[in-house]
């Protein structure tokens, strides 16, 4: 009798305990989500994270507060992010530099493996690195300053962010599948460079394209070609430096969001949900387009895929760079 009782109870607590748990879970997030971002506040990523952040916290119920933690390529943040509890309640606004630069080249300061330690929920924009030259300079596409690189060697002061960031990878990787040889001028961050080709101290740099609109519609640059697989919808008269005579050339900047690998899968899966919708809304759309980045949603599949070609591609830029990583 007594083991009958005990039995009883244990089915009716059974009972009772799945769905308060499962009520527990569908109710996430409770409370509001930090946001991590590796980069300061200003740039590419943090605008983008903060345009889609006012979305997601309407659709989510909560708000998703920013929290800007820089250092040591991106990876400082990443750390955070890997090592968090995952609930659900700190993700990660993940780009081209804290996921898959930063790591290959701060490997002693890396506190987790990127791949392993977290789970792509997906993309929501791609900004495209934009040849650009000073516009009093002659060259009016790829293969005009291919020519004069080949022509004139060491002689094309090619500017970028400083070494190994981005811009500087992106130079690197052109000038090395182009087979030119030119002076690669580090810079102390983008506005620097940049100031330095619209005054003529540097000719060409390759930088986001957010980065460098303002200056495009201004004149005081002058576009050659885009470095996606495809024309970016946003600027379709560019071509691509594939089109214009490097072939299997591509250099993107993307924003993603990422969280623990250990995350549950009900999460993740609200998650990208989430981010579809934001994406999908006309308003988010525009501040997107409005930043010069190509606003999207894309499965955490297809999100894994392109973090894996760019560690390569990145990768491989850092090797021929010679940077030596610490």
Not at 259 to 285: C, E, G, Q, S
Request: with cysteine; glycine share 10%.
């Amino acid at each position: 009798m007594l083991r009958a009782f005990f039995a009883s109870v244990f089915c009716f607590a059974t009972v009772i305990c799945i769905p308060l748990v499962h009520a527990v879970d569908t109710r996430y997030p409770t409370r509001p989500v930090r946001l991590v971002i590796a980069q300061t506040p200003g740039s590419s990523i943090d605008a983008m994270g903060r345009v889609i952040s006012i979305k997601m916290s309407e659709l989510l119920g909560e708000q998703l507060v920013v929290d800007n933690r820089t250092g040591a390529g991106g990876t400082i943040g990443g750390g955070i992010v890997a090592h968090a509890e995952p609930d659900g309640y700190t993700i990660f606004g993940a780009a081209t530099a804290s996921q898959v630069i930063g790591p290959q080249l701060y490997k002693s300061l890396v506190t987790y493996d990127p791949f392993r330690d977290f789970a792509p929920i997906s993309m929501f924009a791609v900004t495209q690195n934009i040849l650009v030259v000073n516009p009093k300079t002659p060259f009016r596409s790829v293969k005009d300053l291919i020519g004069y690189a080949r022509s004139n060697p060491g002689k094309l002061n090619w500017a970028n962010a400083g070494s190994g960031f981005q811009s500087h990878l992106a130079g690197v990787l052109f000038t090395h599948m182009a087979n030119i040889n030119v002076l690669h001028v580090p810079y102390k961050g983008a506005g620097a460079s940049l100031g330095a080709v619209v005054g003529g101290e540097s000719v060409v740099t390759i930088v986001p394209a957010p980065s460098v609109v303002g200056h495009l519609n201004a004149g005081r640059l002058r576009a050659l070609a885009m470095g996606g697989e495809k024309r970016s919808p946003l600027i379709p008269d560019i071509p691509t430096i594939i089109e214009s005579g490097v072939p299997g050339y591509i250099s993107n900047g993307w924003g993603g969001i990422i969280v623990p690998a250990k995350t549950p899968k009900m999460i993740r899966d609200k998650l990208y949900n989430v981010i579809v919708k934001a994406m999908a809304d006309p308003a988010t759309n525009a501040a997107m387009i409005k930043l010069g980045a190509e606003p999207m949603a894309t499965t955490p599949t297809e999100f894994t895929a392109v973090i894996a070609r760019d560690w390569k591609s990145f990768g491989d830029a850092i090797r021929v760079s010679g940077i030596k990583p610490n």
